[in-house]
Structure formats: C-alpha cells, structure tokens
C-alpha cells in the first residue's frame, strides 16, 4: 500500500519541498480565482435563486413547476452567456420571466430585490483557503488574485475576507465583468503581473473559465479545484496535465514525494 509521505512531514520540510519545485519548475508567482476557489461564492447565488424561484412557484401556482424550472435555469445560463457576470443579468433574468409568464410589477420588483441581496451577503472562506494563503505568505511567494466581477464587489469581498492580510488590492486582478474569462483576459492579467504564462501556476474551479483559457496559453501548471456546487456551464474537459485537488491546501504538499 502507498502512503502519503508528505502527511507525515513537519512544516519545514514542506515548506523546503514547496520551495525545491517552485525553483526547479522557474515558478515565480501563484494566481488564484477568487470565487468558489478562495471564497464560498456560488452557495450565495443557489440559496438567493432557489430564493427567488420559490417564491415564484408559491405565489403563481398555476405555473408548471417542471416547466417553470426548466425555464428559469436556461434564462440563467443565457443571461450568464449575453452578460458575463454584471449584476444586469438578474434584471433580465426578472424582465424575462416576467413578461412571458405574465407575472405582476410586484412580482418582478420583488424578485429583483432577492437577486440584489446576493451582492450585499458577506463571503467566507472555502476550508483550506486561510491556511494555503498563509503559507504562501510566510515563505514569500508572491500571489495574485485573477477574477471576474465588478470591481466595488470585488473591493467588498477582499474586506470581509481581509485578504490584505496576504496581498495588496493591487495584486488582485479583475477582469471586466460585461465579458468573459478567455485566454486573452488570462494573458493580459499575467503581463499585468510581469510575468510570462511559463512562469506562473493558476489555481481555479472552472475548467471553462479558468484552467483551459490558462492552459491554453502556455500556463504549465494548473490546479482544477473541485467545485462543491458545481456550475454545468463551467465544465469542460480539461487536460490530463491537469492536477484535480479537493481543495487549495493540498498545493501546500507540492514537492513532497510519495513513497
């Protein structure tokens, strides 16, 4: 049977193995997704959209609540596709429901002001997070936060995390949130950090979003985070060389062998 030499090493060999690959591996700097890969993010938007679904289902009960489902899920993944991420995308998510099912004013002022409660919810750390955060701070590896949002979210998120314990908000990239994360976004956020693709590892949950556009480039190392709530937009197929991890505090472990 195989064992997991690394679950038995003390911190300072972990943190000399970590080191060893970096150096070996000319890696120079860490980049993280922020949502669902830093910070809990996509349960905010399940618990505000079921939300708002039940309310629609209990206040229309003539609705089919199959077909209901059916349709309020592909508005979503649409509004997603036109919009990016912009909050505008619960208006028309709202506006679209509304006026085919031909639901009151009420009903689409009300369900916009559940979809707006999602900005306004404080995020918390995925487990690991904090610990993987730290370590990286504590053997001075630069990191970086690549992410996809409005910027005033963005700011909001980075204090109630207090991310400014490990890096400056300079250091967190936001890609604009009317588009979407392409190799061309991941390109420009690596130049903005002075890096090359070759020179980085990128840490994310979305193979779409993040770890093919990474690749794709010339990124040589990327770790795909297990989403706890996966999002079927987001699933691609990603490489072989790809390392799946449960969650970001198995990268604490890079370099230790296994014997």
Request: charged share 25%; aromatic share 12%; with cysteine.
């Amino acid at each position: 049977m195989q064992v997991e030499r690394s679950n038995y090493l003390s911190p300072i060999e972990k943190e000399l193995n970590f080191s060893l690959w970096t150096k070996k591996n000319g890696i120079k700097q860490f980049l993280f997704d922020l949502d669902d890969t830093i910070c809990s993010t996509r349960r905010i938007f399940v618990e505000h959209k079921q939300e708002a679904l039940d309310y629609l289902l209990s206040s229309y009960p003539s609705l089919n609540p199959e077909q209901f489902r059916d349709e309020y899920i592909r508005t979503g993944n649409e509004a997603f596709e036109k919009l990016g991420v912009n909050s505008n995308q619960f208006n028309f998510i709202s506006d679209c429901l509304c006026d085919k099912f031909n639901l009151s004013e009420e009903t689409r002022q009300t369900i916009k002001g559940i979809y707006k409660n999602i900005y306004d919810t404080p995020l918390t750390f995925l487990d690991g997070a904090q610990e993987t955060l730290q370590f990286l701070k504590k053997i001075e590896m630069p990191l970086g936060i690549v992410t996809h949002g409005n910027r005033h979210w963005t700011y909001k998120k980075y204090q109630w995390l207090n991310l400014e314990r490990f890096l400056n908000w300079e250091d967190v990239y936001v890609i604009d949130e009317n588009t979407h994360k392409t190799s061309e976004s991941w390109l420009d956020a690596i130049q903005y950090f002075r890096l090359q693709p070759q020179d980085c590892v990128v840490v994310g949950d979305s193979p779409r979003a993040d770890i093919n556009p990474a690749s794709q480039i010339g990124v040589r190392h990327c770790f795909l985070v297990e989403s706890q709530i996966p999002w079927s937009i987001h699933q691609q197929p990603v490489s072989p060389e790809v390392r799946t991890i449960k969650n970001i505090s198995e990268i604490i472990s890079i370099g230790s062998t296994t014997l």
